[in-house]
Nanobody
């Protein structure tokens, strides 16, 4: 089982950058991939990016590729989401989640962190 906890959200202005952090704990993390997803008011949850704990292989949704960067620090048991060029439409609750690399669905979720981008 894996536990994840996000931090780093806040209020920023259009064009700003922000980095979210996700502390990860659990056993055999090498079996897992970690992802970032978000949900804006009135919208469905949206996948953003994922990274494998072992090897650090990444995958991005087309909507954020080139603007957001996912990374991990194995020594700190932390996954990051670096967000650049933020826009008001990036306003959402951002979630960190974990899944076994063989699975398609995320099984373990954090509580979410709010990111608000003002125009």
């Amino acid at each position: 089982q894996v536990q994840v906890a996000e931090s780093g959200g806040g209020l920023v202005q259009t064009g700003d950058s922000l980095t979210l952090s996700c502390e990860v704990s659990g056993r055999t993390l090498s079996r897992y991939g970690l992802g970032w997803l978000r949900q804006a008011p009135g919208k469905e949850r949206e996948f953003l990016a994922t990274i494998t704990w072992a090897g650090g292989y990444t995958f991005y949704s087309a909507s954020v590729k080139g603007r957001f960067t996912i990374s991990r620090d194995v020594a700190k048991n932390t996954v990051y989401l670096q967000m650049n060029g933020l826009k008001p439409e990036d306003t959402a609750v951002y979630y960190c989640a974990a899944r076994e690399v063989s699975q398609t669905e995320f099984d373990y979720w954090g509580q979410g962190t709010q990111v608000t981008v003002s125009s």
